[in-house]
């Protein structure tokens, strides 16, 4: 059947003798969410709230392979049974949804960006990549203390508003803190809560973890300066490492400080290559536990604090090496200066 089809077999209402008794008594309506088509099962008592939104696109997938009307109910009534059970037992304010999709200007403050897996891919929303890990633009339905809805940002509904991706994006990473909150603590305070009689004494207090308040795609509170200048404080003002746990936080480490041996014993370092790959194979040994949809990168960024900069590894630490080779020729220039007066030194650009 079609989609078109399907959906009427929605609105007449013959899909309710498919509905389990305690779902037969919902109104059942079609709402466009702009990304997608969503079936939602209306309380007719509380008109204003709604079950968590079925994905019908989703589930035409396998319909549309399927001609008979009264197999495609019966399949269709079970995945929406099964997705109800499954789902949180919350409530989506459906007049909110329409009244923050109604323009750009009221759906902003909903606005935050969600940390998605490096292998995402999805035409119809927006994709930010950041040195090898991905953020998407997304709208925050509902956000409660052990559930959140939300919906990405398609770009037919910016094109319709007249807003430039660019201008989502930016929009999206400054107000991610005040839309999901953060929560920066030490990796060893987070062992010590999960089991006060489980003790890490290698485990490092310089050690964070950034996320969000859902512990849900929080990673993506790394894109803001400010977030990144709040744990830079937390280090005494200095640069520091972001190691992509998952999609759902990054783990800090300060630059002058690397994790050595199993042991966890530590030792001050200039940034290296040797230090970067010991880092990213642990990266790597960290992603081999987790579902693809869940790792967010394998490359090791870090953070400048002078420059507010989040830069690749690998870049930074060439940066350095090149920032401590001129300034060892400046010195050399200085030096030889003092003996012949002749030579003066360069200071924007030395000759190496």
Known sequence: MTKNEVIELVKSGRLRGFLPPEMAQYEVNVEQMDSYTGIVLVNPEQKSAAYPVFNLDRAMERLQFINSEEEVAELLAGSMNRFIQAAPQGNIDIEGLREKLSSYEAAKPYIF??????????DRAVVY???GMKFVPKLMVSNGTQERSVSAIPKEWLLRQGISEERLI?????NTANVTSVSINSMSDIFSNMNADFEISAMPETMLVVTNANKTGGASLILDDNVRQRVSELYGGNDFFVIPSSIHEVITLPVGNTILSPA????????????????MEMVSEVNETLEDEEI???SVSIYDADKHELEKGTEYCINKQIDKVRNLRINELKEMGEIQPDIKPDND????
């Open 113 to 122: 960006m969600d940390a998605v897996s490096h292998n995402y891919s999805n």
């Open 129 to 131: 990549e950041k040195n």
């Open 170 to 174: 930016q929009d999206a990473i400054s």
């Open 264 to 279: 966890s014993t530590f030792s001050p370092f200039q940034p290296d290559s040797e230090t970067l790959q010991s880092i």
């Open 296 to 298: 967010l990168g394998y």
């Open 349 to 352: 650009n030395p000759k190496l």
